[in-house]
């Protein structure tokens, strides 16, 4: 059973912080591509940034380019999205997600978690 469990959300006030973790277990994503996505209440989910987990090239959404770094632990089986100077616009359902190839849309992703809520105050 392929599962992937995300966790960190939280409230925080904008210009804060938050680190969210994508927890995998199940079988071997050696090479997938690991991707966060996010979903605002009323709006379709978007990327935000992805990496394979062999590594190598990490890629982002222009909303939040230069202030989220996205970076994997092979050895805990663990994808991390680091959030700095967050704004009210980045609140939303934080979901992880596993696939075969490199994609920016939610459709090309097999396997995804459950989400985690992040609230950003003003």
């Known amino acids: 059973q392929v599962q992937l469990v995300e966790s960190g959300g939280g409230l925080v006030q904008a210009g804060g912080s938050l680190r969210l973790s994508c927890a995998a277990s199940g079988r071997t994503f050696s090479s997938y591509a690991v991707g966060w996505f996010r979903q605002a209440p009323g709006k379709e989910r978007e990327f935000v940034a992805r990496?394979?987990?062999?590594?190598?090239?990490?890629y982002y959404a222009d909303s939040v380019k230069g202030r989220f770094t996205i970076s994997r632990d092979n050895a805990k089986n663990t994808v991390y999205l680091q959030m700095n100077s967050l704004k009210p616009e980045d609140t939303a359902v934080y979901y992880c997600?596993?696939?075969?190839?490199?994609?920016?849309?939610?459709?090309?992703?097999?396997?995804w978690g459950q989400g985690t809520q992040v609230t950003v105050s003003s």
């Open positions: 997600a596993a696939a075969r190839v490199d994609s920016y849309y939610p459709r090309e992703y097999d396997y």
């Open positions: 990496v394979r987990w062999s590594g190598g090239r990490t």
